[in-house]
Structure formats: structure tokens, C-alpha cells
């Protein structure tokens, strides 16, 4: 036998040579969030460790996240009112707005600030986007309403905008109106293939969301695959900085695609019910947690994705800072 692959990976220290490349704290993004009308944090009991935050905690989970050395922190908003129009995503006193303001304030330019952008949390039918008369979600009348979501994400100092409504046009509309609004520098990081994923589940709980039915008639089919290039190229030509691939696990063939195709940098979203199933499985003794966490991780990383939206972004930060 002149081949011998084990020959690399008799100790630690040659595995390590031979690795073809880790996944580092600051590639990690924390999605986090901010709850109105609440003086307490508030556990989210599907998904054990996270929390619904008030301002204040949002602030002091933040420092904390970038302590550890993550580097992004992606911030969404439960708003005390809803209605139609999901009012609350654009006034400057919006939750969002305001916890964005407080993080900003907490980490500076420490880290990444990202602004989920979307309707979801704010209407109170818990779609995207607003309704026709019909009770569709009308594409073309949601697009000036994210525009002036970005600016106002924009002014409250997020440097990074997550879109993630999935509305045809949303990069563009928004791109225009931050140039517009001289926001030339903030980015715009697209949820381009973004499928309609029994995977949200336990986020529903997180963002108390209100939606009956689906979002099959905007979000991907989970049978499609080439079309998440379609959805991809797209992005990218309307100005989008980033683009993203959600949910992470199950989709790692749309990773390597999209990674293998473009130049520009992918993330992936390790989304809710990745990370409740992993949590549920080693709570009943049944898997090794923190093993499967870096392996999950790892293989989103080695599928080619440059970023990882993950709710253990603390806890992976320090496992990889120890490790090295
Ligand atoms: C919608 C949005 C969703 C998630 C992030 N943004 C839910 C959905 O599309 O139904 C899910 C994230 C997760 O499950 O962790 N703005």
C-alpha cells in the first residue's frame, strides 16, 4: 500500500496541519432579540439559553457576545402593537429602532450590527408584507415600506441590513433609498435563498408571531435547488453586499452551490429548529451537545459559507478561542 490517508491524522497536531481551514469567533453572528413592554428578560422555552430581551439586557448580552469575539449581532423586534401596515417597523421609536440605537451605543463598531428587515413581527396578520384586498401579500405596495425601514435601521446605526422578507425588489428599493438618504456605506446582507421551512418553528414562539397559514407563496420551495441561483444572481445585481442561504443544515447542497458560483461572500443560517432539535436531543442524554455543536457548525463552514447565523454564536466563540 503506498496510499495511507490515516497517515495525516495520527495526532492532534497533524490533523491541525492538514485541516483545510476553521471557522473563527468573528465569522459568527448572534441573531438576538428585543421585546417591548417587558422588565425582565423572558426565556424562550422552545429554544433553551435564548431570550426575549428588554433594552437593558439587550445591552448587557451584547457586551458579552463580543467579549467572547463574535462578530456580528443580528437584532429583531417584538413590537407591544401591531396592525396592517406593521407601523412600528418604521417609526424611529420602534422597538427595533431603539434597540438597535442601544446596541450601537453598547458595542460601537466592535461588531457588525445587523437589522433583521422585515415586516413579520410588526403586521398583525404576521406576514412580510402588507395584504391586497384579496389577503395576498402585495409584492410592489411593501416595497416603499422597507425602503423607509432601511433608512430608519440605517439612522438608528446598524451597519448591516438583514433582508429577509423574500419580496422580489426588496435589495434594489432599499439600496436606492439608503443611497438616497446618504447611507452610501451601510451594507445589505440578502436572504436570497430563503425557503419556506418547517425549520422556523420555534421562532414563531420567539417573535410571538401572529401568522396563520404560510409563506409558501414568497419563501423557496425546499424541492428547489437551482432556482436558489436565480434568486441569488438577482440580489447581487440589485446591490446586494452579502447574500445568504436559510435554513443551513438541510441545505448545505445550496451552500456549496451558491459558494462554488459567486465571489462575493455566503452565509448560512443555522435557523430555530436546528438548534431546538440539537438542544431537545442532548437534554434527553441522547447526542453530546458541544460535540454536535462544532460539527454542525464545521459542516455549514466547510459547505463554503463565510458566516453563520447561530443562536450558540456565544458559546461556539469560546469553544473556538479555547481550542486554538
Ligand atoms: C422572518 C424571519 C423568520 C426567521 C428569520 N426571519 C421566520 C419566517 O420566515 O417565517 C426564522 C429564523 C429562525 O427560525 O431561526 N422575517
Known sequence: MIHRPRRLRTTPAMRALVREGALTPANLIYPMFVREGISEPTPISAMPGQYQHTLESLADAAREAVEAGVGGLMLFGIPAHTDPTGSQATSPDGILNRGLRVLREAVGDRAVIIADLCLDEFTSHGHCGVLDSEGRVDNDATLPIYAEMAVQQAKAGAHMLGLSGMMDGQVAACRAALD????????????????????????????????????????????????????????????????????????????????????????????????????????????????????????IHRAGARMIATYWAVEAARMLRNSL
Open 180 to 299: 438616497a438618504a446618504g447611507h452610501t456605506d451601510v451594507a445589505i446582507l440578502s436572504y436570497a435563498a430563503k425557503y419556506a421551512s418547517g425549520f422556523y418553528g420555534p421562532f414563531r414562539e420567539a417573535v410571538d408571531s401572529q401568522l396563520k397559514g404560510d409563506r409558501r407563496a414568497y419563501q423557496m420551495d425546499p424541492a428547489n435547488r437551482a432556482e436558489a441561483m436565480i434568486e441569488v444572481e438577482l440580489d447581487l445585481a440589485e446591490g446586494a453586499d452579502v447574500v445568504m442561504v436559510k435554513p443551513a443544515s438541510h441545505y448545505l447542497d445550496v451552500v456549496a452551490d451558491v459558494s462554488a458560483q459567486i465571489a462575493a461572500p455566503v452565509a448560512a443560517y443555522q435557523v430555530s429548529g436546528e438548534y431546538s432539535m440539537l438542544e431537545a436531543a442532548a437534554a434527553n442524554g441522547w447526542i453530546q451537545r458541544e460535540r454536535l455543536i462544532a460539527e454542525s457548525l464545521t459542516s
